[in-house]
């Protein structure tokens, strides 16, 4: 009996483990499909999961007051609290919005894996940690940002894919910006490639007028190599979409949208759907997301959202959590979804044979409407720009830990006090519309500001005054005199930086971003009726007003 019983307990437990072997399976991209390993076709049945952090109301500030986010991954309490409900709404994949690579996910990320969900991950954080749609670069902070976080989470099998901005293009004025995008996708592409993950490459864009909405989806997916390659191309396409209100139609609702993406080459889905203003939502538009009107286009998408989350055109939420964190209380959102997520039976069609290989078009030619230029920045080189800053006579030598802040105030003046004293910003900006990229432009803003005071300290006969910006500046006693011009160690040190490779973690990096600073959001409000920033509102950022690169 004894022994009967262990041997049963074994045989338990074997069963445990083998449960545990049953591994999820991995998802790949066929031309425009997702695919499990099985061959199946793979739709997103999806929710937003991150709780929002303290946001800004207020664009108009460009200083941002601080800000938080709270990494959703990080806490397996909350994961193990909240599982059960993702379950309950049938959910296969999470979108998370910033997550911190310094931070231990084991424990989230297993049991999310266990139960089958996948998780999109956003790579880039609020403020200083995402591009400045104002004044897009992409540079060596971002880059080390990015690298670090698919490092952290490169050994879990249930990443999807990584997006590499949300919602940074707008609007038609700022559609230059989708040149440092697609040039981060290019980056991250490499790296992913040189660490063997098959995790997808993805952005996610908010909605809007189809006369810059579909140049950017063709732009970001086509192949600016000019071989019909991949290298620089998104795999997955997201779209925040809100235009299903109530009992709609997809006549009424999605059948533009599905026209514009009728021909598109890689895969796209909704990285965000939902109603903005007439709650409780009723969610049918998921059944008609997961049909087989839209399955030819479409490869499913995210509700937004698990948690509370507020805009100024609506509340979001499906639950809410008890102040002391311990219970979820579910709405009649939240039922609604699990029901009509329950209804949806997306077509196992076509065949992953039949799915064929992708082609990657050539890029839009920028004009008057569409910005981006199909030259793209170099890929932001740490070695190189570490190089220049040692190199530098003068150097920006903060008081504070918290310096975000004042780099962009401290660039703006020194762009405008640069000129009279005979030099330019031209090394530091960088312009997506004219392909042209300053030597400095793939740098942290910091080493910009450096290379900044260093041009105009030079320019002032090195008069130690000259270097001071208010006691932000130290001159830099290191620096070789042989060095001479900040223009002269500039182009030594960043000659051969300007090209395209596969990035590396940086040296000393565990994966870790090693970012201590408080980091600063914005909440754009935006008046488009059609559009709305969801959890992407926390992304929006002002680094450096953009005003030194009028300079
Ligand atoms: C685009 O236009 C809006 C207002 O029309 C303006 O606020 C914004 O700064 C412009 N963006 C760029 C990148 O020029
Ligand atoms: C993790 O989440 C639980 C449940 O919300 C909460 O009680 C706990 O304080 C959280 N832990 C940390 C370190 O934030
Ligand atoms: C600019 O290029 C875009 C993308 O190719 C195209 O859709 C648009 O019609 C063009 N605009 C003009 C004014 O030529
Ligand atoms: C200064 O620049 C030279 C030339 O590029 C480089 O060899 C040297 O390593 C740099 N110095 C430092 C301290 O980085
Ligand atoms: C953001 O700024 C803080 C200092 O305020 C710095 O510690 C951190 O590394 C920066 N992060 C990025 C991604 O640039
Ligand atoms: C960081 O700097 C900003 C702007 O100067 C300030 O408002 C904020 O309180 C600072 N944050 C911290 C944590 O010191
Ligand atoms: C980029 O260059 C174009 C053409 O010279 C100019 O009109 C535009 O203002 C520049 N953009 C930036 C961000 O400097
Ligand atoms: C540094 O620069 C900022 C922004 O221009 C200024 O407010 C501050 O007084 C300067 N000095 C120090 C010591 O921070
Ligand atoms: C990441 O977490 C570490 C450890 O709690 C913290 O020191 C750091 O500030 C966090 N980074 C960001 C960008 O929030």
Request: proline share 5%.
């Amino acid at each position: 009996m004894r022994a009967t019983s262990r041997f049963a307990a074994a045989l338990a437990l074997a069963g445990a483990f083998l449960a545990g072997v049953d591994a999820i399976q991995g998802v790949t991209r066929n031309g425009r499909y997702l695919y499990t390993a099985d061959g199946n076709r793979f739709y997103i049945k999806g929710v937003a999961y991150q709780e929002q952090g303290a946001v800004v109301a207020d664009p108009s500030n460009p200083f941002l007051e601080p800000s938080t986010f709270i990494d959703p991954l990080s806490n397996g309490t909350a994961c193990a609290r909240d599982l059960p409900y993702l379950q309950q709404l049938g959910v296969n994949t999470i979108r998370a919005y910033s997550v911190n690579s310094s931070l231990n996910h084991d424990s989230c990320m297993q049991a999310f894996s266990n139960a089958g969900i996948y998780t999109i991950i956003d790579l880039s954080l609020p403020g200083n940690g995402s591009m400045d749609r104002d004044a897009p670069s992409w540079t060596t902070n971002l880059l080390d940002l990015y690298t670090g976080t698919i490092s952290a989470f490169s050994k879990y099998d249930n990443v999807l894919a990584y997006n590499v901005g949300n919602e940074v293009v707008i609007a038609a004025n700022g559609t230059a910006a989708a040149a440092f995008v697609k040039a981060a996708a290019r980056d991250v592409k490499a790296y992913l490639g040189s660490i063997k993950s098959s995790a997808l490459v993805g952005y996610a864009s908010i909605d809007g007028d189809s006369s810059w909405l579909a140049p950017l989806a063709n732009y970001l997916s086509c192949d600016a190599s000019g071989s019909n390659t991949g290298t620089t191309a998104i795999d997955l396409f997201g779209l925040n979409n809100y235009e299903w209100c109530g009992a709609s139609t997809f006549e009424a609702s999605y059948s533009n949208t599905e026209g514009e993406f009728a021909g598109y080459n890689v895969a796209a889905y909704f990285s965000e759907f939902g109603c903005i203003t007439s709650p409780p939502r009723l969610w049918t538009e998921a059944v008609a997301l997961l049909s087989s009107e839209m399955s030819p286009v479409w490869s499913g998408g995210v509700a937004f959202s698990y948690f509370p989350a507020a805009s100024v055109q609506g509340q979001f939420g499906m639950v809410t959590i008890s102040t002391d964190g311990s219970t979820v209380t579910t709405s009649s959102d939240f039922d609604n979804l699990k029901t009509q997520y329950g209804l949806a039976s997306p077509p196992n069609s076509p065949s992953q044979s039949s799915a064929g290989t992708t082609s990657y078009p050539s890029c839009p030619q920028a004009n008057s409407t569409w910005l981006a230029s199909t030259s793209l920045p170099a890929t932001p080189n740490l070695a190189a720009c570490e190089c220049l800053e040692n190199n530098l006579s003068c150097q920006f030598t903060p008081t504070t830990n918290n310096y975000t802040a004042i780099v962009g105030s401290l660039l703006d003046y020194g762009c405008s006090i640069i000129g009279q004293a005979g030099g330019s910003c031209n090394a530091i900006s960088a312009n997506g519309s004219t392909g042209q990229y300053g030597p400095v432009s793939e740098c942290d803003p910091t080493v910009m500001l450096s290379y900044v005071m260093s041009e105009y300290y030079i320019a002032n006969g090195a008069n130690a005054q000259a270097c001071s910006f208010g006691g932000n500046g130290t001159v830099n006693s290191k620096a070789p005199s042989s060095a001479g011009s900040a223009d002269t160690a500039a182009s030594s040190c960043l000659a051969s930086a300007t090209s395209t490779s596969v990035p590396t973690l940086p040296a000393g990096s565990t994966g870790s971003s090693g970012s201590s600073g408080s980091s600063s959001s914005a909440v754009s409000v935006l008046a488009d009726a059609r559009t709305l920033v969801g959890m992407g509102v926390i992304v929006a950022v002002g680094m450096a007003s953009g005003l030194w690169t009028l300079a």
